[in-house]
């Protein structure tokens, strides 16, 4: 096995904890342990009573509970609870996949959907959405890319790194056509629950038959980064058995503390998605403005869900603009040359907090 390095994490490296302005954050805004707890009355003192034992290893009955709560037809024990979603990615590449077979992978996306699936041995053919069609997936595309050897499809929508929605029909057309092809079809659904209209959320995929494996985690649309909690939900026993079993090669199991936050935080998660998607559309706003007045040097095909979207710088290199503005005003921007993407686009995060700050630093350089 061979991985190379994960660029996004890398260059966050870099800058991350000593940069004032995130301007390209994939997360939500954070809170505090206190007021995830005032959430909930009572759930402060039975905090304090948490047994710092090992936990069980597919993750505690009641929180896997709750997280069933989040699908139509998922039952507790179709639950595996990770250490965030990477374990998980990780885990399930091994799990579906062996050397020789062939992956369709959503592209640009986050690197491990598509790297981890090449460390197994696997040959992965990218699945490319285009700006210039609105990100949307072709589906056409999609049957072109089969092979006889074809085990599997990758999907995330929302979509990281450009806000993109799959329409209700696209998402029943590309299930229809893993089922009939005999497919594991992989859905990223981190970002799920913060669509910008309700009334365009998706299915998850998992809820659609046994072919189907949803991603969730509590860091995205929920805002709670730090409890290092992700799931899948799947019906598919064999694939929930294979991954259980490999992770007794990783976490064995996860952080009990993080386990009850992540309940309290699942049976309040409504009053998470009002407060995240709040911040969100208050930035949009900003952005908007933004791009309206700056439209000679900015634009992107503004998205429909999630905390980010994936503008084009259309004046310069992306990667030298990034460098010089997080070195001179303190504001980071994340070059698509971390997705892999040679076109100039960079990612925009639109959950945080002090987005109309940053914007306000960000404009002070382009004066300059």
């Known amino acids: 096995m061979h991985l190379p390095p994960f660029k996004l994490e890398r260059y966050f490296a870099k800058y991350e904890f000593n940069t004032e302005y995130l301007l390209c954050s994939s997360d939500c805004e954070a809170m505090s342990i206190a007021d995830l707890l005032a959430l909930e009355p009572g759930s402060a003192e039975k905090f304090q009573n948490v047994w ?12 896997r509970r709750e997280i069933a709560n989040l699908y139509t037809t998922i039952q507790p024990e179709d639950v595996l609870v990770h250490t965030g979603a990477g374990e998980a990615i990780y885990l399930f590449m091994y799990a579906a996949f062996k050397k020789g077979d062939h992956v369709i992978v959503h592209s640009p996306g986050y690197q491990s959907l598509a790297e981890v699936a090449r460390a ?3 040959d992965v053919s990218p699945w ?6 609105g990100w949307v997936l072709d589906l056409d595309e999609l049957r072109h890319l089969m092979r006889t050897n074809t085990k599997g499809i990758i999907i ?3 979509h990281n790194p450009t806000g993109y929605l799959m329409s ?3 998402f029943e057309a590309v299930n229809k056509f893993a089922q009939e092809k005999n497919l594991i079809l992989f859905s990223d659904e981190v970002y799920r629950e913060s669509e910008y209209d309700p009334a365009d959320r998706l299915p998850a995929a998992c809820d659609m038959g046994e072919h189907a494996v949803s991603l969730g985690v509590t860091s995205k649309t929920y805002g709670l980064a730090g409890l290092r909690i992700g799931w899948v939900a799947t019906k598919n026993k064999k694939i929930l058995q294979a991954m259980a ?14 386990e009850f936050l992540a309940e309290v935080a699942m049976r309040n998660r409504q009053k998470l998605i009002d407060r995240s998607l709040a911040i969100i559309k208050h930035n949009l706003t900003v952005v908007d403005d933004l791009f309206a007045r700056r439209a ?10 999630g905390s980010m979207g994936f503008p084009k710088l259309l004046k310069g290199d992306i990667e030298d603009f990034c460098d010089d503005l997080v070195k001179k005003v303190g504001v980071l921007l994340l070059p698509g040359t971390m997705y892999d993407d040679s076109r100039n686009h ?3 995060g639109l959950g945080r907090k002090n987005l109309p700050q940053a914007v306000e630093k960000l404009e002070g350089y382009l004066g300059k």
Request: aromatic residues 10%; charged residues 20%.
């Open 52 to 63: 710092l034992g090992y936990t069980e290893s597919q993750g505690s009955p009641s929180l």
């Open 296 to 305: 000679s040097l900015f634009t992107w095909a503004r998205p429909k869900a």
């Open 346 to 348: 960079f990612r925009l």
């Open 156 to 158: 995330n929508t929302p």
């Open 245 to 258: 079993s490999l992770k007794d090669y990783t976490t064995i199991c996860n952080s009990a503390p993080s």
């Open 120 to 122: 197994v041995g696997c």
């Open 128 to 133: 490319r959405a285009r700006e210039q069609d």
């Open 168 to 170: 209700r029909a696209d």
